[in-house]
T-cell receptor, first 115, second 115 residues
Framework: AQSVTQPDIHITVSEGASLELRCNYSYGATPYLFWYVQSPGQGLQLLLKYFSGDTLVQGIKGFEAEFKRSQSSFNLRKPSVHWSDAAEYFCAVADSGGSNYKLTFGKGTLLTVNP | DAGVIQSPRHEVTEMGQEVTLRCKPISGHDYLFWYRQTMMRGLELLIYFNNNVPIDDSGMPEDRFSAKMPNASFSTLKIQPSEPRDSAVYFC?????????????FGQGTRLTVV
């Protein structure tokens, strides 16, 4: 069964600093990969997704992520964090083998941004 | 489109009572998902529908939980009888095969508290 690990439960960065959130997945083939963001009291919003092709994908709000097959990773990055980026971030994987409608989520990483 | 609409946003009920959560998916979407979010278990898929038909309910915790989708624009998740351990945030999400099956759009959730 597919699974997702987000090793960092909570990360604190200063505004303007760079950010990298880690995500590792377990899946037999190349999965479909996603990053979602959840602001307090809100639902999840899709930041970006990887299906195939270029392993560096660009998303909304200045985020990007890189798929690395050799490391089974899909880390999320942003060069300069803004205070409004404080939220919880979820990595998710879907089956690329035909039943790609079920998302399996990691436990999330809570991002705090210091002024 | 107004997005996925869930009601109520908050529900407080006494143990043993019946609880019904409601969801209106995005028009034209043919997949609907119910997720539960807790601190301990994170985001769990409970059940999903395709074209109003339940496809996979293996995530439904027990017989006290049931879900229906009588038409393409409405779904319910019912808990009867409710228990304190059912306290969680319940999310509904929908997606369309035309946009990439697993790109789910989430509602704002229903925060359920069972006392």
């Amino acid at each position: 069964a597919q699974s997702v690990t987000q090793p960092d439960i909570h990360i604190t960065v200063s505004e303007g600093a760079s950010l990298e959130l880690r995500c590792n997945y377990s899946y037999g083939a190349t999965p479909y990969l996603f990053w979602y963001v959840q602001s307090p009291g809100q639902g999840l919003q899709l930041l970006l997704k990887y299906f195939s092709g270029d392993t560096l994908v660009q998303g909304i709000k200045g985020f990007e992520a890189e798929f690395k097959r050799s490391q089974s990773s899909f880390n999320l990055r942003k060069p300069s964090v803004h205070w409004s980026d404080a939220a919880e971030y979820f990595c998710a994987v879907a089956d690329s083998g035909g039943s790609n409608y079920k998302l399996t989520f990691g436990k999330g990483t809570l991002l705090t941004v210091n002024p | 489109d107004a997005g996925v609409i869930q009601s109520p946003r908050h529900e407080v009920t006494e143990m043993g009572q019946e609880v019904t959560l409601r969801c209106k998916p995005i028009s034209g979407h043919d997949y609907l998902f119910w997720y539960r979010q807790t601190m301990m278990r994170g985001l769990e898929l409970l059940i999903y529908f395709n074209n109003n038909v339940p496809i996979d309910d293996s995530g439904m915790p027990e017989d006290r939980f049931s879900a229906k989708m009588p038409n393409a624009s409405f779904s319910t998740l019912k808990i009867q009888p409710s228990e304190p351990r059912d306290s969680a945030v319940y999310f509904c999400a929908s997606s369309s095969v035309n946009r990439g099956i697993a790109e789910a759009f989430f509602g704002q959730g229903t925060r359920l508290t069972v006392v």
